[in-house]
């Protein structure tokens, strides 16, 4: 039976992924900074579910996923959701560089400690992180969420390189969603293709069990994508970016 492991399992879509492994009966390894949700998953789901207290930001995150793979005695499957996002278009330096330190910078500290578990470990393994389809373009209201998120594309495209270079057995997913009914967005505030968690949920399971390299949930995001790619950048500069 696989081993997963979810970092960013407190809300939203991490808890979600947590509820839907655990009530089928697989074990699952949750982490994330507050410990209370995860405790409580722990209650509804005797026996399921290990939960470790983890800030991806800090350095002790990578140990804190060791131990978090030892409780589980293994890992077959991690899986990233934690990450922060806000429209900032007044372009507060603070909030900035607070959104590239947790989607980009500490997406690769996690990311990579993960890929060399599985490196060193031998066996084989899948890497799957939800990103976001902000990561197409560079979005003005905000700047540094698109950013980082095409950072984190990148970085995944590049170890999936590197793992068939290198002849690791890890598959690489990512996961890119456009607006979800989370506890990012304003609950005062109805989003372009707004999806709900419940909808998103079963296509990133299938996502990740197919192993595919790129995952747009849905199939209108994905259009969405295939225009934004194809925009010429002077009619993108003019434009805003589709609720964002």
Same mark, same amino acid.
């Given at each position: 039976?696989?081993?997963?492991?979810?970092?960013?399992?407190?809300?939203?879509?991490?808890?979600? #992924?947590?509820?839907?492994?655990? @009530?089928?009966g697989v074990k699952v390894g949750v982490a994330a900074r507050h410990l209370e949700p995860l405790l409580r998953l722990g209650d509804?789901?005797?026996?399921?579910?290990?939960?470790?207290?983890?800030?991806?930001?800090?350095?002790?995150?990578?140990?804190?996923?060791?131990?978090?793979?030892?409780?589980?005695?293994?890992?077959?499957?991690?899986?990233?959701?934690?990450?922060?996002? @806000?429209?900032?278009?007044?372009?507060?330096?603070? #909030?900035?560089?607070?959104?590239?330190?947790?989607?980009?910078?500490?997406?690769?500290?996690?990311?990579?400690?993960?890929?060399?578990?599985?490196?060193?470990?031998? %066996?084989?393994?899948?890497?799957?992180?939800?990103?976001?389809?902000?990561?197409?373009?560079?979005?003005?209201?905000?700047?540094?969420?698109?950013?980082?998120?095409?950072?984190?594309?990148?970085?995944?495209?590049? #170890? %999936?390189? #590197?793992?068939?270079?290198?002849?690791?057995?890890?598959?690489?997913?990512?996961?890119?969603?456009?607006?979800?009914?989370? !506890?990012?967005?304003?609950?005062?505030?109805?989003? !372009?293709?707004?999806?709900?968690?419940?909808?998103?949920?079963?296509?990133?399971?299938r996502a990740i069990a197919d192993g595919v390299p790129v995952a747009v949930i849905d199939w209108r995001w994905r259009i969405v994508?295939?225009?934004w790619r194809r925009l010429p950048s002077p009619l993108w500069t003019r434009m805003s970016g589709f609720g964002f």
């Amino acid at each position: 039976m696989n081993k997963i492991i979810i970092a960013g399992a407190s809300s939203g879509i991490g808890l979600a #992924l947590a509820e839907a492994f655990a @009530s089928r009966g697989v074990k699952v390894g949750v982490a994330a900074r507050h410990l209370e949700p995860l405790l409580r998953l722990g209650d509804k789901y005797p026996g399921m579910v290990e939960a470790e207290t983890m800030d991806i930001t800090m350095p002790e995150a990578k140990a804190a996923l060791m131990r978090l793979i030892k409780k589980m005695g293994g890992m077959d499957i991690y899986i990233h959701v934690a990450g922060i996002g @806000s429209q900032n278009h007044s372009l507060d330096p603070e #909030l900035e560089v607070r959104m590239i330190d947790t989607d980009a910078a500490a997406f690769a500290r996690m990311i990579s400690c993960a890929y060399n578990y599985f490196r060193a470990s031998g %066996r084989s393994g899948r890497i799957a992180a939800v990103t976001s389809v902000a990561g197409t373009r560079g979005i003005g209201s905000m700047s540094a969420y698109s950013a980082a998120k095409a950072c984190a594309s990148t970085y995944l495209e590049a #170890l %999936r390189q #590197l793992a068939r270079s290198s002849g690791v057995p890890v598959t690489i997913t990512d996961i890119q969603p456009g607006w979800i009914r989370t !506890p990012l967005l304003n609950e005062d505030k109805s989003y !372009p293709l707004e999806m709900t968690v419940a909808q998103v949920v079963p296509l990133i399971l299938r996502a990740i069990a197919d192993g595919v390299p790129v995952a747009v949930i849905d199939w209108r995001w994905r259009i969405v994508k295939y225009l934004w790619r194809r925009l010429p950048s002077p009619l993108w500069t003019r434009m805003s970016g589709f609720g964002f």
